[in-house]
Nanobody
Framework: QVQLVESGGGLVQAGGSLRLSCSAS????????TGWFRQAPGKQREFVAE????????YYADSVKGRFTISRVNVKNTVYLQMNSLKPEDTAVYYC????????????????????WGQGTQVTVSS
């Protein structure tokens, strides 16, 4: 029912920043935990960050703590991922997803709980 669209990906030098956006083209994200996952070439998809329905709780993968920030503006039906101090190992396709089953973010996010997924946006970090 919920359809998600990511945007904001691109090519950036190591140490640079990008801001990804995730919007619901149909349905609403207002009452769902929303997360970001990524998949690098030849690798499995991995969890990056998530945020609960009102932004009161967030959870981050250890690999991005202190560098990435997830936020949301429900009136815009949009979730953001601000990525700073980017590293070449951050290169991946980034996916937005929504989880209707939980209220509080963390502590052990699972792909299985996310029912709705976007098509992804490419982030490439050059060394």
């Amino acid at each position: 029912q919920v359809q998600l669209v990511e945007s904001g990906g691109g090519l950036v030098q190591a140490g640079g920043s990008l801001r990804l956006s995730c919007s619901a083209s149909r349905g609403t994200l207002s009452f769902y935990i929303t997360g970001w996952f990524r998949q690098a070439p030849g690798k499995q998809r991995e969890f990056v960050a998530e945020i609960n329905w009102n932004g009161a709780s967030t959870y981050y993968a250890d690999s991005v703590k202190g560098r990435f920030t997830i936020s949301r503006v429900n009136v815009k039906n949009t979730v953001y991922l601000q990525m700073n101090s980017l590293k070449p190992e951050d290169t991946a396709v980034y996916y937005c997803a929504a989880d209707p089953s939980r209220i509080v973010a963390g502590p052990a996010p699972s792909e299985r709980n996310y029912d709705y997924w976007g098509q992804g946006t490419q982030v490439t970090v050059s060394s």
